[in-house]
């Protein structure tokens, strides 16, 4: 098992306060479910994947969550609408602009301070200690550009993969070598401040091509998740891990 980092203060910082959660992938490897609903609106166990994921920031104190929207962005505007809480605002998407771009379109809705950015699609459980709320008590503006929340490998449901980033003592991440394993995955749940987007590219492109620039001037951390992290890739993961999650919550109605 793998120990728990240290959480720093937060007494003296602003609270993190926006958020983004990114919807508008067309959920490829999910089809053919995905041809009529966006994989962030799959339901598992009672609750859609981007409600658990806007629920999850409202309890951590976000008051205000951008969606970006692209695939069957009607359908995502018309779920949402139904929320009353946190404010919710959209972020339209013409033509993909994949995870950075989709970001860099959404700054001026996000402000000027460090916001957090989750993945629409993913799913996961906190052990004793909330991710959301601890990520941003282990923010620190002044060594940090982005930090990302990591899971495991071994501790990762249905994830096949080598692995993504390697972490030292101090918290910083590089990505592994090629051809080699790395014991964490990067989760979808991270942290990111605004100068991570200077001199961006434009147009279309990977949160990647930032994340190898803040390696570069080691500003990149990480942070260990001590819960359960699901890989809902497929439509065959979803019976799997909806049976599991109704095992821990007795009495939910599926819909």
């Given amino acids: 098992m793998h120990q728990k980092r240290q959480i720093m203060s937060s007494d003296a910082k602003a609270p993190i306060r926006r958020a983004m959660v990114l919807a508008a992938g067309l959920g490829t490897r999910m089809r053919p479910i995905t041809h009529k609903i966006p994989k962030p609106l799959v339901n598992i166990a009672g609750r859609t994947l981007l409600d658990r994921a806007i629920d999850r920031l409202e309890a951590a ?3 205000k969550v ?4 692209h695939h069957l962005a009607d359908k995502v505007v018309k779920h949402l609408k139904k929320r009353t809480s946190p404010k919710i605002q959209i972020s339209d998407e013409p033509a993909r602009l994949e995870t950075g771009g989709g970001v860099a379109r959404a700054l001026p809705m996000l402000g000027k301070k460090p916001f957090f950015v989750i993945n629409g699609d ?3 459980l906190d052990g004793p200690y909330p991710s959301i709320s601890d990520m941003a008590a282990m923010w620190d503006d002044e060594r940090m550009d982005a930090l990302l929340l990591l899971q495991p490998t071994i501790e990762a449901y249905g994830y096949e993969g080598d692995g993504d980033f390697l972490m030292d003592a101090n918290g910083r991440i590089v990505r592994r ?3 080699h394993l790395a014991p964490y995955l990067f989760s979808g749940i991270q942290i990111l401040h605004p100068r991570l987007f200077n ?3 434009s147009g279309s492109f990977s949160l990647n091509v930032l994340y190898d620039r803040a390696i570069e001037c080691e ?3 990480g942070y260990l998740h001590d819960g359960e992290w699901f890989h809902v890739g497929r439509p065959s993961d979803l019976e799997v891990v909806d049976a599991y999650l109704s095992k821990q919550q007795p009495g939910i109605r599926r819909k």
Avoid at 66 to 69: A, F, K
């Fill in 61 to 63: 104190g976000i008051r």
């Fill in 66 to 69: 951008v969606v970006n929207v």
């Fill in 122 to 124: 993913i799913l996961w």
């Fill in 177 to 179: 070598r090629e051809r």
């Fill in 199 to 201: 001199n961006a590219p």
């Fill in 219 to 221: 500003r990149l951390y």
